[in-house]
């Protein structure tokens, strides 16, 4: 997804681009993580100086309370799909001055992308476009506003491959193969309504491609807008 946000640069029509806020989404282990990881580090390598960031943040109370109040605690306490929502976003707003203030490229281990993905499944299509107004309206308009992504790279990640990745590992409350079906629908939903590009951790075949090959093809479409 390219978008207009002009203070560090973008735009397309016309080209400007200068120092882009790229997002990467997949389903849990999905491989966002490490792509985000060797994207940085090639970002780094091309001379760049890019930010990296991960969403929920492991390391703070506003992510820490997602993991522990919420998916590792499996909803015993229920969150409505609104309440989940919040606990997101007040995470998004913790780097909200860090992010606006950005003087360089940054990257994202998942965004606001992530709750329009993860807190729509299994509501009809009136109460969809009611929560994704919702979240876009709390993130993105008026004042206080997050930044938008310029750039939106979903890793399509088939859900069986998604689930031998999880096996032995203490899994959250979406990491059910249910679940992660109706988050990789909901994913491939968004990624067309919002021109998100669209990546295949497989290959034809269904062979799980390399990482290195996944990256390569990553950072041709990055480089392009650098």
Not at 121 to 141: A, F, H, N, S, V
């Amino acid at each position: 997804m390219f978008a207009p946000y002009l203070q560090n640069g973008f735009q397309i029509g016309h080209t400007i681009y200068m120092n882009p806020f790229i997002v990467l989404e997949a389903l849990d282990a999905g491989g966002s993580q490490t792509q985000t990881d060797l994207l940085v580090k090639r970002l780094k390598k091309e001379g760049y100086k890019p930010s990296q960031y991960h969403f929920p943040q492991e390391d703070r109370a506003t992510g820490r309370i997602v993991y522990d109040k919420f998916l590792l605690y499996k909803n015993k306490f229920p969150f409505s799909k609104r309440e989940q929502a919040l606990l997101y976003i007040q995470d998004f707003y913790s780097k909200q001055e860090e992010l606006l203030s950005r003087k360089g490229i940054v990257v994202s281990d998942r965004f606001a992308t992530s709750t329009m993905a993860y807190q729509t499944i299994g509501l009809k299509p009136k109460e969809r476009k009611q929560m994704l107004d919702w979240i876009t309206w709390l993130c993105y308009k008026g004042k206080p506003a997050l930044p938008k992504p310029d750039i939106v790279l979903f890793l399509d990640t088939p859900v069986e491959i998604s689930l031998q990745r999880l096996k032995g590992k203490k899994k959250d409350f979406f990491e059910t193969k249910e679940k992660l079906i109706a988050i990789r629908d909901s994913y491939l939903k968004l990624a067309k309504e919002q021109k998100w590009k669209i990546f295949q951790s497989v290959d034809k075949k269904g062979n799980q491609r390399t990482r290195e090959e996944l990256h390569e093809e990553i950072w041709q479409k990055v480089e392009g807008v650098l």
